[in-house]
């Protein structure tokens, strides 16, 4: 069993749609939980961080973690063409760290 | 500007020449870890290091070995490549090593896209 586990994809939503991307986990040792953006080619960049259960907000982006059920969320408002790419999950525990192997996501125009 | 550095950015070897992937940072920061990332598995963690001279095991550090004698640098070793090792590899670094298990904001480096034949 994967440590981190997210469906692949690909994730379609037409432009200014909501996308929600989720993600589960199997460490309950896990404590932080981050969300990064891999657009094709290049390396992952950072989207949010979260360490509390409950939501985190930040512009268009909402990150959502629930601890009982060892889950997180990525939701995306008002998505762009420019959002399309590969989203990431990843947690860790203490030194350690594991990724899902990512969520495709396109937005159409 | 700050960033993390990775070279070469691509390598073709054949199995068993030793090679080296230098990964350096210019943020001072402590810890360091190196990834590799192929298809369907998403990022694997290889080794970390929470600061100069303390190294340890990630997921899959078979066939790999780092060593961090300057802060700045995390360089990753292959002693003996072989094609199993054919990845794309990332060095990713953060200004400290997790505390009470919370952890700061990985940066990564470019990528290094290593061929083994």
């Known amino acids: 069993q994967k440590e981190v586990e997210q469906n692949s994809g690909p994730l379609s939503v037409p432009e200014g749609a909501i996308a929600s991307l989720n993600c589960t986990y199997s460490?309950?040792?896990?404590?932080?939980f981050f969300w990064y953006r891999q657009y094709s080619g290049k390396s992952p960049e950072l989207i949010m961080s979260i360490y509390s259960n409950g939501d985190k907000e930040d512009g268009r982006f909402t990150a959502q973690l629930n601890k009982a059920s060892q889950y997180v969320s990525l939701l995306i408002r008002d998505s762009q063409p420019s959002d399309s790419a590969t989203y990431l999950c990843a947690g860790n525990n203490f030194n350690k760290f594991y990724f899902g192997s990512g969520t495709k996501l396109n937005v159409k125009p | 500007e700050a960033q993390v550095t990775q070279n070469p950015r691509y390598l073709i070897t054949v199995t068993g020449k030793k090679l080296t992937v230098t990964c350096s940072q210019n943020?001072?920061?402590?810890?360091m870890s190196w990834y590799r990332q192929d298809p369907g598995l998403g990022l694997r963690q290889i080794y970390y290091?929470?600061?100069?001279?303390?190294?340890d095991k990630g997921d899959v550090p078979e066939g790999y070995k780092v060593s961090r004698k300057e802060k700045r640098n995390f360089p990753l070793i292959l002693e003996s490549p072989s094609p199993n090792q054919t990845s794309l590899y990332f060095c990713a670094s953060s200004s400290r090593a997790p505390a009470g298990g919370l952890s700061d904001t990985q940066y990564f480096g470019p990528g290094t896209r290593l061929t083994v034949l």
């Open positions: 460490d309950r040792g896990s404590q932080s």
């Open positions: 290091s929470m600061n100069v001279e303390v190294t």
């Open positions: 943020m001072n920061h402590e810890y």
